[in-house]
């Protein structure tokens, strides 16, 4: 699966890049949701693999606190990149005269990077103050890897800033994308609806399927994971951490492996690019 993830996205990266007919902001958003996907996995993945393979289990401070890190910071931008996806798809659809206006390369660029900065900032915030926690006991992390809702369990001093904390970023990366994507669509789908072709409507929504589809995937697994209330019998404890470990596997490792091909599927561009990329490097 790391494999493919490294691959797929890779590929998408390249032919974004390398194919002029692809400099748009769509596929300037899916270019970075695919190196953040690559980044995400690789904070993550290859620790796991060697701890299967070596059955070395163990991590220091400062590594666990580089991988929450990066694990935080790259869900967090996500986040905020899917809602940037969202509105692109809703100018391009409902504004398609003004798009190039509206969505200038300034733009854009500047809407990726504010992602990315509030992802990092956030990830800051919620990794300084987990790993500032006195830690007891055996500190054996009941978790694939250093995630900051199975650290803090781990702390033996008052965590309560930490999740009011939690709950402000809940808002902040969660609902407010949910939000713009939400809003977004329901413009789209009222613009969908008036269009007199058929052609035109099933364009569009080709269009708007892919992104929806990894944002039903990612924002489900995440919600299930931070936005549902926590559990405080004992007795259920550990079978709610082991359906926790799968929850983040899946957002963690099966939605990156997803998200390059869902988007490459149904979508010519990207084929014809991968295409015309492979016939240009035969023919050199």
Not at 56 to 78: D, H, P, W
Not at 256 to 261: D, E, F, T, V
Not at 273 to 281: E, F, G, H, N, P
């Amino acid at each position: 699966m790391y494999l493919v993830i490294l691959t797929g996205n890779g590929v998408l990266i390249i032919t974004s890049i390398f194919d002029s007919r692809l400099h748009t902001p769509m596929y300037f958003f899916l270019g970075n949701l695919s190196f953040l996907d690559i980044c995400y996995t690789t904070s993550s993945v290859p620790s796991t693999l060697v701890s299967l393979i070596s059955k070395k289990r163990n991590i220091s401070f400062y590594g666990c606190a580089v991988q929450m890190f990066l694990g935080f910071a790259m869900g967090s931008t996500e986040c905020f990149l899917l809602g940037m996806m969202a509105f692109d798809r809703y100018v391009a659809i409902c504004n398609p005269l003004r798009y190039s206006i509206i969505m200038s390369k300034g733009v854009y660029v500047s809407m990726a990077s504010v992602s990315w900065f509030s992802g990092g900032i956030n990830s800051v915030v919620q990794t300084s103050l987990a790993m500032r926690l006195p830690f007891c006991g055996n500190n054996a992390i009941n978790h694939f890897t250093c995630e900051v809702l199975a650290v803090l369990q781990l702390a033996c001093a008052d965590i309560s800033l930490n999740i009011i904390t939690l709950v402000i970023s809940n808002m902040a990366f969660l609902v407010l994308p949910l939000l713009l994507i939400f809003f977004s669509y329901l413009f789209i789908l009222r613009a969908i609806l008036r269009m007199n072709s058929a052609t035109g409507r099933r364009k569009a929504f080709s269009t708007c399927s892919a992104h929806l589809t990894v944002v039903v995937l990612f924002f489900g697994t995440i919600f299930s994971m931070y936005a549902k209330p926590k559990s405080q019998d004992p007795t259920g404890e550990g079978k709610f951490q082991a359906s926790d470990k799968i929850v983040s596997l899946f957002y963690g490792v099966v939605t990156p492996m997803l998200n390059p091909i869902i988007y490459s599927l149904r979508n010519k561009d990207v084929k014809a690019a991968v295409k015309y990329i492979l016939k240009q490097k035969y023919i050199q």
